[in-house]
């Protein structure tokens, strides 16, 4: 039997189906599928039958990919509700002599999720900082010590009762079985960091749609998170605002015409048609910028009050890692490490994860990635090393019939705007262009120079 893995994106512009597999070089993308969805904002269900009209197809088409049936996925969970707080515990250990066991330590841990919190809120994740087993202070591997009493520190992830339970609503409702919840910007990372960096301190910061989540780990421990209610479809709002154009134009300017930074935009503008037989307007390269730069770097600095607020500014050695479908914003890396002084670098998930058929050079898809490698670590947590063979999907029955396409999403905002073949486009996006390539763009703008 294979071992699969099936988790589930639930983003808040689009919803990502992926089965992973483990072999012996590691964990492995063998399917993926992905479409626009509707129905949550900033991360939060806000329509559940929406959702489902978006996800379902998606998972037929996986299913269909592989020729197995998904039974089992995992979810990530996030959205601006999400805090984080200290936790501690106290255990005294009735023989101090005899050595201290794993099974001690993932039950203190299990008792963390336990902790007291506000009406309405729950404990996510808790993730241990460090021991203090008698006069050894600072442990961070306390099995194999002896001691008689076990002081714990925890960084605990608290969400809403509510919001777990709406993404539960949406699989029960799909006729699949919740395995799991884990926290995004833990999936992010550990998609798309390296050891060294969260060995010496990094700090993540992940763009989605509609939430940037920052992530910091150092020492290998994650040491804080925060969730900035700010994403791209801010940005596609400004623009829609700023501009006066249709939220479907907006995209389009930023994500064709876009950039950071207004001091290196082009000195020409786009002619926009207009609607219902109004005229055609121009708007300038650097309006567009102006307008990406100011909600870019409102994300940038809330990103750095979290930094600075979690106490390690001076620690974060490796500087900061960009990712989400956001980071293929033209010229946000020089811009980020003008905003905060950190080095920047822009970060896809891992090759490590991807087959051959399988592209995974998008970093909109760094949190689905990182759902399906962690899904195969909490298995294995519960395996407890007995070697077991594990699975969330069956091929009893199950026949690939009508085969649907897959690694691809279908695109057609792209409609209304119209540019001249006088200067060919140079688009910013890098991997992220492949979604593109279906656009008519001599359809779609006219480059005037200004």
Known sequence: MRNLIAAIDLGTSKVVCLVGEKTETGVKIIAINEAPTKGISRGEVINIQSVLDAMTPTIRNVENAIGEKINDVFVGIAGQAIRCQQGTDHTARTNPDELITA?????????????LCMEGEEVIHAVPQSYNIDDFMGNTEPVGMSGRNIFSNFKLFIGKKSSSQLRSNVITRSRLNLKGVILEPLASALAVLDEDEKEVGVALLDIGGGTSDLLIIQDNVVRHAAVIPFGGNCITEDLKQGCGVSSKVAEQLKTIHG???????????????????????????????????????????????EIERSGYKEKINAGLVITGGTSQLANL??????VTGYETRLANPSKMYALMETPLNKPSLSTGVGLVAMGFEELEKMDK??????????????????????????????????????????????????????????????????
């Open 103 to 115: 099974a001690e330590i993932d039950q203190i841990t299990k008792k963390m999720y336990g902790a």
């Open 259 to 305: 950039s950071c930074m207004s001091s290196v935009a082009p000195d020409k503008s786009v002619r926009i048609n207009g609607i219902g037989g109004r005229k055609d307007k121009d708007i300038h390269f650097k309006t567009i910028a102006e307008i990406i730069e100011s909600r870019v770097e409102e994300i940038l600095e809330a990103a750095m009050y």
């Open 333 to 338: 890396q020089p811009f980020a490490r003008l």
């Open 385 to 450: 090393g007995e070697g077991k063979t594990y699975s969330t999907t069956t091929s009893d029955s199950w026949k690939n019939e009508n085969k649907s396409p897959v690694n691809k999403v279908k695109d057609e905002s792209k409609e209304n705007v119209k540019e001249q073949p006088k200067e060919p486009k140079k688009s910013p996006w890098g991997g992220f262009k492949g979604i593109f390539d279906s656009f008519k763009s001599d359809n779609v703008f006219t480059d005037n120079d200004a």
